[in-house]
């Protein structure tokens, strides 16, 4: 699945569960939040890569 594709889906969850937000705040927070768990994976490889590396 495209990163598009994941954003959209989760914040039509969102939506479905706090319909209370705006679509763009759900949208904000969706990627603000995906885009951060993405960091953290890739910081876990490339800790991961470096310890083994040494």
Excluded: C
């Excluded at 969850?13 to 768990?37: N, T």
Aim: charged letters at 35%; hydrophobic letters at 40%.
């Amino acid at each position: 699945m495209h990163d598009d594709e994941n954003i959209a889906t989760w914040t039509e969850r969102l939506l479905g569960e706090a319909p209370a937000l705006s679509p763009e705040q759900a949208r904000q927070f969706v990627h603000d939040l995906y885009f951060a768990a993405q960091r953290a994976v890739d910081k876990e490889v490339w800790e991961a890569d470096f310890e083994r590396d040494e």
